[in-house]
């Protein structure tokens, strides 16, 4: 089984909906991240979690916010998705414990907003 | 300006020839870490290799390599007798500081594709 598991791994939604992407780790990792890739761009750093009542927001946080229900979960939603929002998105993690704290991610989830 | 830059947006190169895939980076904070993913078509990231602000020695693992060259702000990604298997996209990424939480920033890729 996958360490790092996120689903849907597709959704197609409309401009207006509510929708919330799920990231769910088997690896004890402390700290959580999620992250959007556009074509041309990279990744980008949306929220990131130190641990379950610690939440930071990255680069590109607006429209976006997060919950971090237990160590193992952290979600991601679009409270009103528009379409500059269909991307590619990541869920991380990383442990502090570890030397290089090396970010470990999941299979990405692919969203379509019509 | 941007903290990584990656000039290449695509290579072909033929198979069992040398790589280097380039990245220059820009920080003021005198610990920072420097990493390479790949993501193959299918589009999981893969994590390659890790360099650190205080590394004596170049990083290696396996056919991988990065050639750090602190003064000029460079980390090359060197991948040693390419395969058809490293074919994708390539991405340097640096996180600054000590290790905390704070995520990574990410250069815009450069996809390599290697010809048999």
């Known amino acids: 089984d996958a360490d790092v598991t996120q689903t849907p791994r597709n959704r197609i939604t409309k401009t207006g909906k509510r929708i919330m992407l799920e990231c769910s780790q088997t690896?004890?990792?402390?700290?959580m991240y999620w992250y959007r890739q556009d074509p041309g761009l990279g990744l980008r750093l949306i929220y990131y979690?130190?641990?379950?009542?610690?939440?930071n927001k990255g680069e590109i946080s607006d429209g976006y916010s997060v919950s971090r229900q237990a160590q193992a979960k952290f979600s991601l939603s679009l409270e009103s998705a528009i379409p500059n929002q269909t991307a590619l998105y990541f869920c991380?993690?990383?442990?502090?414990?570890?030397?290089?704290?090396?970010?470990?991610f999941g299979p990405g989830t692919r969203l379509l907003v019509l | 300006a941007q903290k990584i830059t990656q000039t290449q947006p695509g290579m072909f190169v033929q198979e069992k020839e040398a790589v280097t895939l380039d990245c220059t980076y820009d920080?003021?904070?005198?610990?920072?870490?420097l990493f390479w993913y790949k993501q193959p078509s299918s589009g999981e990231m893969i994590f390659l290799i890790y360099q650190g602000s205080y590394d004596q020695q170049n990083a290696t693992e396996g056919r991988y390599s990065l050639n750090f060259q602190k003064a000029r702000k460079s980390a090359n990604l060197v991948i040693s007798a390419s395969q058809l298997g490293d074919s994708a996209m390539y991405f340097c990424?640096?996180?600054?500081?000590?290790?905390?939480?704070?995520?990574?920033?990410f250069g815009k890729g450069t996809h390599l594709i290697i010809q048999p």
């Open positions: 990424a640096m996180r600054e500081g000590p290790p905390r939480a704070d995520g990574l920033t």
């Open positions: 979690s130190f641990d379950v009542k610690d939440i």
């Open positions: 690896k004890g990792h402390d700290r």
């Open positions: 920080t003021s904070d005198p610990s920072y870490g």
């Open positions: 991380a993690t990383s442990d502090r414990r570890e030397m290089i704290e090396t970010q470990y």
